[in-house]
């Protein structure tokens, strides 16, 4: 582990001593000239010839970590076991867990949960497979599926480097929806594996959440596997994004007067995310949006290999304006980034119309940070937590998987999206809402509340609910 991702928090160092050759004091002498301050110690393990202990030690400038772990291995009789912070520790194991809901406690109990008895329902749902949403877990359990191939900003790591993430995912639906989750990474990335290993492992859950599946194959995948199941199917690094971005931009866009209908936006960054937040704001009722990529705006008088550039040509652009981001930005209302870390300068904003909307989302680095814009801005969001506006996916997908489930929907559709994404804007009160202050907290329980009520609303009312909830 390298010293520098530890700088700044507390470290666990487990060193081991040779107790004819090392002198504890010297090693916390090294420890203290190395920048660290030792605050506690524990004995691990002692015997005639070695003992082993953890150092906890308070670490604060940049390499302090790096210096230790040198300073410890030029120590004779010394040996770095290992080094770790909170945040490992809070990994070990994987941070999640199964439990039975009801204890088996005498021989009664077990033939109810398993045989003879199970049999029973085993056959119930055999006669009538609809059953399997009330007699299994299917009822409240989404798989969170994953090649990794597109994780985080860290890109393909793949399945085994992915893991923790969707751990990380199946603990944000429990916590925050009551919907349990499991993690499942698959060691493929071929597309038609992929759709197949998610169509085998269906009938055990009641929605899918596709995460971390990189572009063009996560639109295949998604796509797919709607047509070819009959539970939820949802692509939150698409269509959470797109949820989220909506509800910020409907409170932004009050907060300056103007319409969605009216105004020039700009979406930097044509993969899964900026298409999917496109057919959002287009689904929305926005007339005026540019796409710019690499290869600058797109427009439906060229033609592009890749279909999805192909199909946002086609329904964006109206102006067919060409040029690159500059150009895009002259007038424009609203930037919306979901592509590269500092790629948006102060220029280009000063060319955008009165009042501009800069949601910079690149992570971890935005666009353009908002310390360098503030100024220009009428409204500035970022998709990161130590700033104002966090354009988080988490506001959204717990409460639209609650509501699916709950009404036992077949698809999550535009109608449920677009009622989630103003009810997580709703949640603002309009005597709220201020430029530092369009999204509500990940943590005000409103939001699912209030997600889950309009999106059953907008299941039952374009008919993909198969259940009217009591509530």
């Known amino acids: 582990m390298n010293g520098k991702s530890l700088d700044g928090k507390t470290i666990i160092l487990r060193v081991e001593l040779d107790t004819q050759l090392a002198n504890f004091s010297r090693a916390a002498s090294a420890i203290e000239q190395a920048g660290g301050d030792v605050v506690a110690i524990d004995v691990i393990q002692t015997g005639r010839e070695k003992t082993v202990r953890d150092l906890t030690v308070k670490v604060g400038a940049t390499g302090v970590a790096s210096r230790i772990a040198d300073a410890l291995g030029e120590l004779p009789g010394i040996r770095l076991v290992n080094v770790s912070d909170r945040t490992f520790l809070l990994h070990l194991g994987g941070k999640i867990a199964i439990a039975p809901k009801s204890p088996i406690q005498n021989r009664d109990d077990l033939s109810r949960v398993y045989t003879p008895e199970v049999a029973r329902v085993c056959t119930a749902i055999h006669d009538d497979p609809s ?50 989750a499991f993690p499942i ?9 992929v759709i197949a290993a998610v169509k085998a492992i269906a009938p055990a859950f009641g929605g899918i959440n596709l995460e971390d599946i990189a572009a063009p194959r996560c639109f295949e995948i998604e796509r797919r596997l709607r047509e070819e199941l009959d539970i939820p199917v949802f692509h939150d690094d698409q269509h959470g994004t797109a949820v989220v971005l909506y509800a910020g931009l409907l409170n932004a866009l009050k907060l300056v007067g103007k319409a969605i209908e ?10 899964a995310a900026g298409t999917a937040c496109t057919k959002m704001l287009l689904a929305g009722g926005a007339t005026n949006i540019l796409g710019v990529d690499r290869e600058g705006i797109l427009t439906a008088d060229r033609t592009y290999e890749h279909p999805m550039w192909q199909w946002y040509a086609e329904h964006t652009n109206p102006e067919r304006l060409q040029g690159g981001l500059a150009e895009a930005l002259q007038q424009a209302d609203v ?110 329980q409103r939001v699912v509340e209030e997600v889950r009520r309009r999106v059953i609303q907008a299941a039952i009312s374009s008919g993909v609910a198969r259940k009217e909830p009591r509530e």
């Open 185 to 193: 990474c698959l060691d493929t990335q071929d597309t038609e594996s």
């Open 335 to 444: 930037f919306i980034g979901v592509s590269a870390g500092g790629i948006l300068t102060r220029e280009h904003i000063g060319s955008m119309a009165e009042q501009p909307i800069v949601f910079a989302m690149a992570n971890p680095e935005p666009e353009i940070r908002p310390e360098q814009a503030e100024d220009l801005v009428a409204v500035f969001a970022t998709g990161r937590s130590d700033y104002p506006n966090q354009i988080n996916n988490v506001l959204c997908f717990p409460g639209i998987f609650r509501g699916a489930l709950d009404c036992r929907a077949s698809e999550i559709n535009e109608a449920m999206k677009l009622a989630a994404a103003e009810a997580i804007a709703s949640v603002i009160a309009p005597d709220e809402l201020g430029p530092l202050y369009i999204i509500p907290s990940v943590f005000n």
């Open 262 to 271: 009216d105004v020039r936006i700009v979406v930097c960054g044509i993969g």
């Open 131 to 180: 059953k399997a949403f009330t007699l299994t877990i299917k009822r409240n359990m989404v798989a969170v599926v994953s090649d990794g191939s597109a994780v985080l900003g860290l890109g393909n790591i793949g399945p085994y480097a992915a893991m923790p993430v969707m751990e990380g995912k199946a603990m944000l639906f429990k916590q925050f929806g009551e919907v349990d």
